[in-house]
């Protein structure tokens, strides 16, 4: 297996570097203490044509590869891991469903404004009952002869006070519970549609994660994505590729962290000489950057199976798991051997280890990983 990157995805990833060491990390500290997200930076994001990355020119993306976005927001999330998220749920989880099972019309009207970033999407699934249990979804859509009724809670909604565009999983025939479960996209500026409690998170405090509520809210049946009854499965079908955006983030966040720890071990002296000169650190810095490069080859093997029309459900679930385990082991090492100013703000680590423990959580545990991945082989 070859990763040697191409130069169009080589000029991706410096362009995405510089736009992250400038104009996030200017801010990113303040952002974090403030749980403020950088609206504007994200517009840039847009404009520069990294939230359309991998998506066909006619729909208003860039033609780009799958393994170019995942460097973009690799490096994104090496600085500011909150705008990583919120890409990666714009990107993989909104768009990459539009893109899977939207039919023309859906793909013309609510796609190329997100892709340019001047609109965000959101992904509604989770519920306060339905977490890794998915399928437990209460909200419905009930069809009154002319449209859908939808009513119902959803919670932890990563961009959800940001979203011009919902993708909503709910029950159209609640007997038939997964089976009867549909997936629609829902406009923000509907009538009925709300925003509730906005979380107050650990980390990833720049990314706006809040519930969205549903009161009878009129959606037409031309906004149904893919068919009636087959939500679940354009859910877990989507949720694959968000996974490798969340793999991304992981492995952003862990490389972030290698990087600060690497340059102060070389800088900072203690006991007269370099703390690299110390052999359990140095140690400690092989084992991590052994752990970085494993973790990498799995995520750029699931991006490049993805792009390559190969089946990557289980390649996803792996790369999520060992990227996020990554970026967890990475960052708390990292506070580690930084000591005292480890744990201070300005050396930006302690937020990402921070940053780093909802990647083990979020877009399916990595429990559920394990679920996802033994149950394939065992089905096989
Ligand atoms: N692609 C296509 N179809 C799939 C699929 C996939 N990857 N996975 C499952 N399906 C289909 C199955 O084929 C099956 O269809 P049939 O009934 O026709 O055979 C159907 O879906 C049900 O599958 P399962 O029996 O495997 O379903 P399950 O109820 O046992 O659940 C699960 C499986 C893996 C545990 C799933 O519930 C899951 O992934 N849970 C985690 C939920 C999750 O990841 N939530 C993330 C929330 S979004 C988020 O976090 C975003 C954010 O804000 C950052």
Known sequence: MNFELTPQQKAVQQSARQFAQTVLQETVLEDDAAGRFP????????????????????????????????????????INSSVGIAYS??????SGALINDGNEEQKKKYLPEVLSGKKMGSFCLTEPDAGSDAAGCKTTAIWNGKE??????????????????????????PELKTKGLTA???????????IGKIEDKCGIRCAQVSEVIFDNVRVPKENMLGEEGKGFAVAMKDLDGGRIGVAAQGLGIAKGAYDIAFN???????????????????????????????????????ATDKQEGKSYSVPAA??????????????????????????MKEYHVERMLRDAKITQIYEGTNEIQKLVISGNMFRK
């Open 318 to 343: 792996k790369a999520k798991m060992v990227c996020t385990d990554a970026a967890m082991h990475v960052a708390t090492e990292a506070v580690q051997m930084l000591g005292g100013n480890g744990y």
């Open 184 to 194: 629609f996209i829902v406009e923000r500026e509907w009538e009925g549609v709300s």
């Open 39 to 78: 609206e504007e930076a994200y517009k840039k994001m847009g404009e520069m044509g990294f939230v359309g990355l991998p998506f066909p020119k006619e729909y208003g993306g860039q033609g780009g590869d799958y393994l170019s976005y995942v460097l973009a927001l690799e490096e994104i999330s090496k």
């Open 264 to 302: 102060y071990l070389k800088e900072r002296e203690q006991f007269g000489k370099p703390l690299y000169k110390n052999q359990y650190l140095a140690f400690k810095m092989a084992e991590l950057e052994t752990e970085i490069e494993m973790a990498q080859y799995m995520l750029y093997k699931a």
């Open 148 to 173: 859908y009724i939808l009513n119902g809670l959803k919670c932890f909604i990563t961009n959800g006070p940001l979203a011009d565009y919902y993708m909503v999983v709910a029950l159209t025939n």
């Open 89 to 94: 749920v714009c990107t993989s989880l909104y």
